[in-house]
Structures are given as C-alpha cells and as structure tokens.
C-alpha cells in the first residue's frame, strides 16, 4: 500500500467542480511532482488533500487510514504537512518563535520540540544563524526556508509543497530544490506542486499533469520530460540538452 493513496477526488467551489476525480499515490521516499497549467487545480488538491477543502467524493488514505474527513490538524498529527503557496510566516515573530508555532501539536512535549528544532536547524543552517531575527526582515528565499522548517517541525512522513520556487531568483530555487532533495533523504515524502516543470521533472521521481481538474498523463518523471505534449505545454518545447556521456569524456 502506498504511503499516501488519493482516489477520484471531487471538489466543488460552489457550482465550480475544480477536482473531478484526482487519483494519485506517493510512495515512501518518493518526490512527486504535480504539475500543470493556472487553475488546472493543483493547490485544491493538496488542500483537499491536507484537510483544507472537503471532497464531495473520494478518498484520502495516509499510512492505511482514511483521511478524506479528518480535520486538519489530525491530519499533521497522522504525518502529512502543507506548507501552502506563498509562504506566509509570521513576520513580527522571530525565526524560532515560528518554528515553535509549527509544533504547536507538540505543545506539552518540549523537549520533543527542543529536538525537532535541532533536526530543522540541521537541514537548514542558515535559519540557525538567523534564529532570532524577525521573519519579515528574511529574504524570500530564507521565509520560503522557514516555511518549509516550520512544516518539518512535526516531523512528517509526507510533506506538500505548493510551488515553493515562486518568486525566487535561479539560485535559491537551485537551493530549494536541493533542501528538498535532502529532505527526502532524511526519510520524508514529497508531493511537489511546481511551475517550474523543467526543474521538478529533474528533481522528482514521478509525476502528474492535472488539465482542468482531471490527471491527463502520469509517469516516471523521466518519460514525462520527454513527452511531446509535457513538452509542448510546460518546458517550453524545447529538448532538452544532454550532457555529454562521462564515457565520451573519459576517453
Ligand atoms: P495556480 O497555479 O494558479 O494556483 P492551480 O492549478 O493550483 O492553479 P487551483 O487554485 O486549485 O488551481 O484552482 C482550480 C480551479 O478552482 C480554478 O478554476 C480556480 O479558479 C478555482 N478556484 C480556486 N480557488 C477558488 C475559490 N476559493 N473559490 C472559487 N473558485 C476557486
């Protein structure tokens, strides 16, 4: 059984029907990507997903239990943490004071706590160095950071990342991305919402592309980034350049 199991997701604003049956899976120690043009319904997913939004229909399962109806929090508790599109620290809170709010859940086990923020402060070093600055004064690459931190506070066993390169210059997303990749070795799933597909498809093992609220093609992130239509519609057309084999070079 996959870690977490996402099966014919419906999710109604009002009239609007912006899920109509999203099935998706991530395995332990995956990256998945989920990708897809504005409004194709990418963030309803992992809101639904993490307890944000209610599913008319379908299933949400995270480590065997069914979640499609749990409340937020109990879904943090069970292991899977969003950190939502945008960031939104709190920026007249320091540093720790925003990764303390992150284990929240954890409140009457400080020393638990004392430990997570050890184990973010590993992953991240630079929010060590910062830790007593107020959130607002960071730059964007350090409050998405910090964003990220604070999800890892509870120590999930999957992590949702609504576009976490957003607005970031080359290379913080470089950084970003390589954070995630440490992540995942550390032991955490990841289901990644991007933009940026060329740089998620390389990251990530598998993925899938939402049209319109459904899942038009799902693959190996490698055949994906080959894939005409992914292509077309997401890397801008162009093939990608490989570099040269390390045989070719040896020689
Ligand atoms: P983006 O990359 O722009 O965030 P997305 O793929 O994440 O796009 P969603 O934000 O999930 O897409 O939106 C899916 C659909 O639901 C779109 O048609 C959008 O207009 C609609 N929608 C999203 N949020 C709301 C809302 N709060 N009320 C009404 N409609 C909404």
């Known amino acids: 059984m996959a870690l977490l199991e996402v099966r014919g997701l419906h999710t109604f604003y009002g009239n609007i029907e912006a899920l109509k049956g999203v099935s ?22 992992l809101r639904t997903i993490s307890g944000l939004e209610r599913a008319r229909s379908g299933s949400v399962t995270l480590r065997g239990k069914d979640i ?8 943090v508790l069970l292991g899977l943490s969003h950190v939502p599109e945008g960031r939104r620290v709190f920026a007249n809170l320091t540093v720790e004071e925003n990764l303390n709010l992150g284990a ?19 992953i991240f070093p630079r929010l060590h160095e910062r830790r007593s600055q107020l959130a607002g004064t960071l730059s964007g690459g350090e409050q998405q950071m910090l964003a990220i931190g604070r999800a890892m506070m509870v120590e999930p066993k ?22 995630i990749e440490e992540i995942r070795q550390r032991g955490t799933a990841i289901l990644l919402v991007e933009q940026n597909a060329r740089q998620a498809l390389r990251l990530a093992d598998r993925g899938y592309v939402l049209e319109t609220g459904q899942v ?33 070079t040896q020689s």
């Open 24 to 45: 998706l899976e991530v395995e332990e120690g995956e990256i998945v990507a989920l990708l897809g043009a504005n409004g194709a319904g990418k963030t309803t997913t």
């Open 68 to 75: 499609t109806r749990a409340r937020a929090h109990e879904i």
């Open 104 to 122: 929240y859940l954890f409140r009457r086990q400080p020393k638990r706590i004392e430990e997570r923020r050890e184990a973010v402060y590993g």
């Open 158 to 179: 999957v992590l949702a990342l609504d576009e976490p390169s957003m607005g970031l210059a080359p290379i913080l997303v470089r950084q970003i991305f390589s954070i």
């Open 216 to 248: 038009v093609l799902q693959d190996t992130a490698q055949v994906l980034a080959e894939d005409p239509r992914v292509r077309a519609a997401y890397l801008g057309g162009e093939p990608e350049v490989k570099a040269p084999q390390e045989a070719d």
